[in-house]
């Protein structure tokens, strides 16, 4: 039980607690997408293990802004209730196929 406490309080800490801005590096509307899912963070770290245990989502996106379009292989945990943390982070990836890999560090 404290073990999934403690996990729950990892992916929830991660969620900012005020919103920044966002900083678009040349919108991109054209987001081809694989999502791959995990039960739980535990898989996700499995299948991930390159990033030892770090990540919560994860996405790999080739960008082309002349062309308009973007590719993004995107690793998130199965959302199971509306407007959680996971479909928070399935957002959060798929705008980095959008706007870029440092989207949310430009504010």
Excluded at 59 to 85: F, G, H, P
Aim: hydrophobic share 40%.
């Amino acid at each position: 039980m404290l073990r999934k406490l403690l996990i729950l309080l990892i992916f929830f800490g991660s969620i900012p607690a005020s919103a920044e801005s966002i900083l678009c590096d040349g919108e991109i509307t054209n987001v081809t997408s694989t999502i791959y899912f995990y039960e739980n963070l535990e898989a996700l770290w499995r299948a991930k293990p390159e990033y030892d245990g770090q990540i919560e989502a994860l996405s790999s996106c080739y960008r082309n802004k002349e062309k308009n379009m973007a590719y993004c292989d995107i690793y998130v945990i199965r959302a199971l209730t509306v407007d959680n943390a996971a479909v928070l982070a399935l957002g959060h990836e798929v705008y980095h196929g959008i706007c870029g890999v440092n989207y949310h560090k430009g504010a």
